[in-house]
T-cell receptor, first 113, second 114 residues
């Protein structure tokens, strides 16, 4: 049973435009969310996180928005660059479980020069 | 350089053979994890360990075994009981409490069963 879902397997965006990657979750107890970026044949690398007490967190070109009532989070990349082309995973953590995360299936982003 | 090292990067195995994937970290992290990635699926947790000499099953532990004799090391054995072992395996580590909560991943090991 997939508790974290990324319904778009792929996304293509022109360089300089905004990329919006979406993630939905089913467990309302999740209280911490992260986005990871993964290049082929490499491990994922941490990108940005958000706690459930916030609805927005920003780090340079990357912003994560959290809508708890909709159980939805999104990652915005502005402006998109060709080097952003990668697979993006969202992950969610229940409270009091240390660092056990549930991962989504990933969205492959292609930024077209 | 601090980080997580997985080996081997590529591994081929015949059916019926056990194989062990290595994971070493020098980040002084308490916790270590093994995930499996299959095409079209998210990362699924196999086993995790909070402290030395202790580990817990994740969502898909059947057919796998682990040990945690040292803080730095968390090897994963894929046994012959694992029915579909061909996959990309990722090891990760983190602080168990405090810290940023993020997982640090190795570069992965791709296992192919012939």
């Amino acid at each position: 049973d997939q508790q974290v879902k990324q319904n778009s397997p792929s996304l293509s965006v022109q360089e300089g435009r905004i990329s919006i990657l979406n993630c939905d979750y089913t467990n309302s107890m999740f209280d911490y969310f992260l986005w990871y970026k993964k290049y082929p044949a490499e491990g994922p690398t941490f990108l940005i996180s958000i706690s459930s007490i916030k609805d927005k967190n920003e780090d340079g070109r990357f912003t994560v928005f959290l809508n708890k009532s909709a159980k939805h989070l999104s990652l915005h990349i502005v402006p998109s660059q060709p080097g952003d082309s990668a697979v993006y995973f969202c992950a969610a953590q229940p409270p009091n479980t240390g660092n056990q995360f549930y991962f989504g299936t990933g969205t492959s982003l292609t930024v077209i020069p | 350089d601090g980080g997580i090292t997985q080996s081997p990067k590529y591994l081929f195995r015949k059916e019926g053979q056990n194989v062990t994937l290595s994971c070493e970290q020098n980040l002084n992290h308490d916790a270590m994890y093994w995930y499996r990635q299959d095409p079209g699926q998210g990362l699924r947790l196999i086993y995790y360990s909070q402290i030395v000499n202790d580990f817990q099953k994740g969502d898909i532990a059947e057919g796998y075994s682990v040990s945690r004799e040292k803080k730095e090391s968390f090897p994963l054995t894929v046994t012959s009981a694992q029915k579909n072992p061909t996959a990309f395996y990722l090891c990760a580590s983190s602080f168990w409490t405090g810290g940023t909560g993020e997982l640090f991943f190795g570069e992965g090991s791709r296992l192919t069963v012939l």
